[in-house]
C-alpha cells in the first residue's frame, strides 16, 4: 500500500440514501469530507501543523463525478491523496469504490488553500508545512 494514499472504509446505511433507494448525492459530500479527516488523522505530522486553529486548509472548489449508484449495505472505500502542490493552493483527489467488485462510485478534485484564521487571508505555502506535503504528492493517473 502506498503511504501516500489514506484509506477509509464505511458501510452504506439506510440513512444515507434517498428516496430512489440509492445513497444521496449530499451524503457523498460527507464521504468524501471523512476521507480528507482520516488522511490527516492518518499523519499525525502533518497535522500538528494545524493543531492551533491556524493555519489551517480550506476548501475554495470541489468537482465531484458520479459513476456508479452506491446502495444499502454496499461497503465502500474512500481513498484520498494530493495530487498536487501549488504556491497558493493545492489539490487532493479523492475516489470512493465499492469493495466487493472494486468498481468507481465516485471521484473528486478538491482544491484548498492555507488560510492564516486571525488574519483571514490565505497564505503561501512554504517552509515546515511544505516540507510536509512535499513527500505526499502523487499525481492523479491521467
Known amino acids: 500500500m502506498d503511504h501516500r494514499i489514506s484509506r477509509v472504509t464505511l458501510r452504506v446505511r439506510g440513512y444515507h440514501l434517498d428516496g430512489?433507494?440509492?445513497?444521496?448525492?449530499a451524503r457523498y459530500l460527507e464521504f468524501l469530507e471523512e476521507g480528507?479527516?482520516?488522511?490527516f488523522d492518518d499523519r499525525?505530522?502533518?497535522?500538528?501543523?494545524?493543531?492551533?486553529?491556524?493555519?489551517a486548509f480550506?476548501?475554495?472548489?470541489?468537482?465531484?463525478?458520479?459513476?456508479?449508484?452506491?446502495?444499502?449495505?454496499?461497503?465502500l472505500e474512500v481513498l484520498t491523496r494530493i495530487a498536487e502542490l501549488g504556491d497558493r493552493s493545492a489539490r487532493m483527489y479523492q475516489e470512493i469504490r465499492r469493495?466487493?467488485?472494486?468498481?468507481?462510485?465516485?471521484?473528486?478534485?478538491?482544491?484548498?488553500?492555507?488560510?492564516?484564521?486571525r488574519a483571514k487571508q490565505s497564505m503561501t505555502?512554504?517552509?515546515?508545512?511544505?516540507?510536509?506535503l512535499e513527500p505526499l504528492v502523487l499525481p492523479k493517473a491521467q
Open 58 to 75: 480550506v476548501a475554495v472548489n470541489l468537482n465531484i463525478n458520479y459513476r456508479l449508484a452506491a446502495v444499502a449495505g454496499d461497503d
Open 36 to 39: 480528507r479527516w482520516a488522511y
Open 125 to 132: 505555502i512554504e517552509g515546515e508545512i511544505r516540507q510536509a
Open 44 to 55: 499525525p505530522e502533518l497535522a500538528r501543523h494545524f493543531a492551533s486553529g491556524s493555519p
Open 20 to 25: 430512489y433507494g440509492h445513497v444521496n448525492n
Open 99 to 117: 469493495i466487493r467488485d472494486d468498481k468507481p462510485v465516485v471521484d473528486a478534485d478538491l482544491t484548498f488553500v492555507l488560510l492564516d484564521v
